[in-house]
């Protein structure tokens, strides 16, 4: 008796410390660092004159800013979209969540997002005044579709195509990035420049770094079960 | 060599189509004055016409030609809601609904010509003006329904304005003076060949700079350079990749009104070369407006037309540097593709005139319908 417990209390510690093992080298790590602005000065804000359309301007109290270039006191640059360029292999399940993409206060939310190659997007309208959705993909087909009122669209895009812009030709101001991808490791910089890839497997990858106005950036980086912490993008020259 | 005018020429031929008596001919009944009256209309059609060149540059200066997304309907409604109200759909529906009148109007004009006109190819040319508004038309919906497809585009641009100068020859061709002058002999004179030369420079030049202007518009490259007279503070813009990432940068810091794109090393050379057309241009009318002025100082129905043009090349460049230099400010930059259009029109307009007016001596064999063999020789 006393045996069978000692060797089954045996055969279960194996067992975990194996589990434990295995689950280490497949381990999930995080890739994380920043977009930073390298130039000199930190390029001005514009301010977005809406007069063009009374209805988008009465939706606002304040000044609204250019979204272009946005580069925070610590030079981090927002809306740079970093994804996995190279390393994995596999195919990914298409999440049955939607991305999103909302006119509002006639200008587009989010500014810069990522989406699985025949994940469903949802095009949204909250404002009570016409839009039209101009995709100007280049891979990925494109299409021009009115919104003159609020509701939803939904469109799937079937092709991997980084930095497709959006625009509406009703507001010349308006516009917006889509990245679509083969997988979910992607994440947009935030207000202060910083990203956070999670839950790729170890290995050796491409990381790519997209933006608007600064372009492509790449590096590449060999993640470990403790994950990167430090992935710094530089842009703007110098 | 200057100056072989003979007194042959009769007083009343240099006067152009458009300065007629005013009163006199609308009083009269309807058949008895239709050939006047139909070239007043012709002439109101042109005006609306240069008006139709105008909405619809405006259209491509305020970016708006796909703000209206489907075709023929405007957000599936003959007239959408609100849209007087935003700027840009009114641009680019009003466009529509000009357009769409112009049609009409043409339509009128070949319908009043094949009832009245006697002249057959006077008929033709109605027929072709007819059919290049309808062209245009499907050229410009097929824009919209192509997402502004290039090609598409710049056809429409092109075919916009060869329509205006249409609607300019019809109003000429159906002038009492235009009919007048089949009465007379033309005007021999040994520099015809090379006013009609002149002439047919002239207009290709100009031709070719509205196609580089409309490809210019459509590549969204008005604004790639943005210094006049240098080029990003050269004479040749610098086109590496290298060179290309910096102007980038530093548009980041220009105090433009609007935020501008970024630029390839083909928006710039595009860009550049419409500077380049100018220059080509400014020679062409140069050489014009001097075969005009020591050959024919006193035929007034070509000097008129070549001052004008000459005048509006002036404007036309002083435009031109202006809507550069306000980082294309939508009002001048249509201001600049409405002076262009008036600087085609006029040397189409000068250039049948010429064609009309002038021709080279025959040297003892009389050659028929104005076709000159010695053309090169002059
Ligand atoms: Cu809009």
Redesign the interface.
């Known amino acids: 008796m006393n045996l069978t417990k000692t060797s089954y209390l045996k055969a279960l510690a194996i067992a975990s410390g194996l589990i434990f093992a295995l689950s280490t080298t497949a381990n999930a790590a995080d890739v994380g660092g920043m977009a930073k602005f390298t130039?000199s000065?930190k390029?001005?804000r514009?301010v977005v004159?809406m007069d063009?359309?009374?209805?988008c301007a009465a939706m606002h109290d304040s000044k609204v800013g250019?979204v272009?270039?946005l580069v925070a006191k610590n030079r981090g640059i927002q809306n740079v979209f970093v994804y996995v360029k190279d390393g994995l292999s596999g195919e990914f399940d298409v999440p049955a969540e939607h991305a999103k993409i909302t006119q509002i206060g006639c200008m587009y939310e989010p500014h810069v997002f990522g989406i699985q190659v025949g994940q469903t997007l949802d095009i949204v309208s909250e404002d009570n005044?016409?839009h039209?959705i101009?995709c100007?993909a280049k891979v990925n087909a494109?299409?021009?579709?009115?919104q003159?009122t609020p509701g939803t669209r939904e469109k799937s895009f079937r092709k991997p195509e980084i930095g497709v812009k959006f625009k509406?030709?009703?507001?010349?101001?308006m516009s917006a990035y889509m990245n679509v991808v083969d997988n979910p490791f992607y994440a947009v910089t935030d207000k202060t420049g910083a990203f956070s890839i999670t839950g790729l497997p170890e290995g050796e990858y491409t990381i790519g770094a997209w933006h608007?106005?600064f372009?492509d950036a790449e590096s590449t980086v060999t993640v470990g079960a403790d994950g990167v912490s430090d992935l710094t993008f530089e842009f703007?020259?110098e | 060599m200057p100056l072989n005018l003979n007194d042959s020429l009769p007083q009343s031929l240099p006067e152009s189509s458009s300065a007629e008596s005013p009163s006199k001919s609308s009083a009269r009944s309807d058949s008895d004055a239709s050939p006047t009256a139909l070239h007043r209309y012709a002439i109101v059609l042109a005006c609306c016409t240069l008006l139709l060149v105008v909405a619809g540059g405006n259209v491509t200066s305020k970016d708006a030609g796909l703000s209206v997304p489907d075709w023929p309907l405007s957000y599936g409604r003959f007239m959408p809601e609100g849209w007087f109200h935003i700027d840009n759909v009114r641009a680019e529906h009003g466009h529509r609904m000009i357009a769409g009148a112009i049609g009409l109007m043409t339509a009128g004009l070949l319908i009043w010509t094949l009832m009245r006109e006697k002249r057959r190819w006077v008929k033709i040319m109605a027929a072709v003006t007819a059919g290049a508004v309808i062209v245009q038309a499907v050229v410009g919906g097929m824009s919209v329904l192509l997402s502004r497809y290039l090609p598409m585009t710049v056809v429409h641009a092109l075919l916009g304005q060869t329509f205006f100068c249409l609607t300019i020859l019809m109003a000429l061709f159906t002038s009492p003076s235009w009919s007048a002058s089949a009465r007379i002999a033309q005007l021999e004179a040994p520099a015809a060949g090379r006013l009609r030369l002149a002439c047919i420079v002239l207009v290709a030049a100009i031709f070719l700079q509205l196609l580089m202007g409309a490809l210019m518009r459509h590549t969204d490259s008005g604004t790639a350079i943005v210094d006049f007279p240098l080029a990003y503070g050269r004479v040749i813009p610098a086109l590496d990749e290298a060179s290309i990432k910096k102007i980038n940068m530093d548009r980041l810091y220009l105090d433009s009104p609007q935020v501008l794109p970024n630029v390839t090393a083909s928006m710039i050379l595009i860009h550049y070369l419409h500077r380049l057309g100018a220059l080509m241009v400014l020679a062409a009318v140069g050489w014009m407006h001097m075969v005009v002025m020591r050959n024919f100082p006193k035929l007034t129905a070509l000097t008129i037309p070549a001052m004008i043009v000459a005048s509006l090349l002036i404007l036309q460049i002083m435009l031109g540097i202006w809507t550069v230099l306000s980082f294309n400010q939508p009002w001048v930059t249509t201001a600049h593709v409405a002076t262009g259009a008036l600087i085609l029109g006029c040397s189409v307009f000068l250039s049948a005139q010429a064609f009309r007016y002038v021709r080279p001596a025959a040297g003892g064999v009389t050659a028929a319908a104005g076709v000159d063999p010695e053309e090169s020789a002059a």
């Not at chain 1, 063009?52 to 209805?55: E, G, M, R, S, V």
């Not at chain 1, 494109?142 to 009115?146: A, E, I, K, Q, S």
């Open positions: 130039g000065d390029p001005k514009k004159k063009a359309d009374p209805k250019s272009n270039v005044t016409l039209n101009n100007q494109t299409f021009n579709f009115g003159p509406c030709d009703v507001h010349p101001w608007e106005v372009g703007g020259g």
